[in-house]
């Protein structure tokens, strides 16, 4: 899970300086966390074992990620704004849903496949309520959208 937050902040950096036209930049920044990761891998693994894989590849890319913030060149206040809210919004979604799924009541079923149905389809209902609310909430652009859609469509 600690590598997912090293890769998401590469891409929203990442997509922040291509929006800037310095993709010649990112290509390169990208390009030092590849050869980083693998120097890591490879002088970490004997002392470490497996679980360096996942810490290398975050640290590569929250280093890559720290260089194109540090090289955008307008203000930096509104990419770290939506950077903490996305943070927080998906960490608060993870939480909460897990939260919910473990104090749901389980039913069981005769056969292992209906149980695991149930489960899915209790999964998905869960996710999508939590992830409305909570893009509710932090005011997620895409989700927003979606709200007004959905609100000019019934309207009609």
Do not use: W
Not at 11 to 38: C, H, T
Not at 99 to 107: C, R, T
């Amino acid at each position: 899970a600690i590598s997912l937050l090293g890769v998401y902040s590469y891409i929203v950096f990442g997509m922040s300086m291509l929006s800037v036209d310095k993709g010649k930049l990112y290509a390169g920044y990208g390009s030092m966390a590849q050869i980083l990761l693998i120097v890591i891998n490879f002088t970490l693994i004997k002392k470490v074992g497996i679980i360096i894989f996942p810490i290398s590849y975050f640290i590569s890319h929250f280093i890559a990620a720290i260089f194109m913030y540090s090289n955008y060149p307008y203000d930096k206040k509104p990419i770290l704004k939506t950077f903490f809210k996305y943070i927080i919004f998906g960490t608060a979604c993870v939480i909460i849903s897990s939260y919910l799924f473990h104090s749901i009541p389980k039913i069981h079923f005769n056969t292992a496949f209906s149980q695991q149905i149930y489960s899915i389809c209790i999964s998905i209902c869960i996710s999508i309520l939590i992830l409305a609310f909570f893009g509710y909430i932090f005011r997620i652009g895409e989700l927003m959208k979606f709200y007004s859609l959905i609100k000019n469509k019934i309207k009609r």
